[in-house]
T-cell receptor, first 113, second 113 residues
Framework: GENVEQHPSTLSVQEGDSAVIKCTYS??????FPWYKQELGKRPQLIID?????GEKKDQRIAVTLNKTAKHFSLHITETQPEDSAVYFC????????????FGQGTRLTINP | DGGITQSPKYLFRKEGQNVTLSCEQN?????MYWYRQDPGQGLRLIYY???????QKGDIAEGYSVSREKKESFPLTVTSAQKNPTAFYLC????????????FGSGTRLTVV
């Protein structure tokens, strides 16, 4: 089955700097890669996703890149703000059989003012 | 509440007791999922259901049971066989046929007392 590894587990950056979180996956059939943001005690919220037919997707200060050959994908947050502080999860899924997500272990991002 | 409601928000279980967590959605989603979240371990899949009256075990199903008698409802029972049930439980739902990721409920925090 699919296995998703996420790094780093914690990340601290200065406000205004960029943050990058990386994930690798094991199943070459995976074709859908969402990123979720979870604030303390709250539900995870989808912030951006990418499918395997594209290499990059942007939404304002957030971007995701996908390298299918190397089986890794990354979340990039530019011009970080205090409200970006949260736990971020990557996930992977494929269309074969049940459409279920396998999650990475999470990254706790702290933005220092 | 985002179309998917979990109750209760907090639940306390005594040793040897079964408890049931509720999950209801009004999004007309076919698929529903239960995940367990522990600190530093990400989200792990307990059970999932793609259609009414059918469900499959996830990665950590031991000590849990589910039912899917209605499209809108997917309750999770934590049985006395689950030796370490203290965790944050998240229910999610998704459309089938063109995967767009999950919508999560707000979660139930279960504590053994």
């Amino acid at each position: 089955g699919e296995n998703v590894e996420q790094h780093p587990s914690t990340l601290s950056v200065q406000e205004g700097d960029s943050a990058v979180i990386k994930c690798t996956y094991s199943d070459s059939a995976s074709n859908y890669f969402p990123w979720y943001k979870q604030e303390l005690g709250k539900r995870p919220q989808l912030i951006i996703d990418i499918r395997s037919n594209v290499g990059e997707k942007k939404d304002q200060r957030i971007a995701v890149t996908l390298n299918k050959t190397a089986k890794h994908f990354s979340l990039h947050i530019t011009e970080t703000q205090p409200e970006d502080s949260a736990v971020y999860f990557c996930a992977a899924s494929n269309n074969q059989g049940a459409q279920k997500l396998v999650f990475g272990q999470g990254t706790r991002l702290t933005i220092n003012p | 509440d985002g179309g998917i409601t979990q109750s209760p928000k907090y639940l306390f279980r005594k040793e040897g007791q079964n408890v049931t967590l509720s999950c209801e959605q009004n999004l007309n989603h076919d698929a529903m999922y239960w995940y367990r979240q522990d600190p530093g371990q990400g989200l792990r899949l307990i059970y999932y259901s793609q259609i009414v009256n059918d469900f499959q075990k996830g990665d950590i199903a031991e000590g849990y049971s589910v039912s899917r008698e209605k499209k809108e409802s997917f309750p999770l029972t934590v049985t006395s066989a689950q030796k370490n049930p203290t965790a944050f439980y998240l229910c999610a739902s998704s459309q089938q046929g063109g995967f767009y990721g999950y919508t999560f409920g707000s979660g139930t925090r279960l504590t053994v007392v």
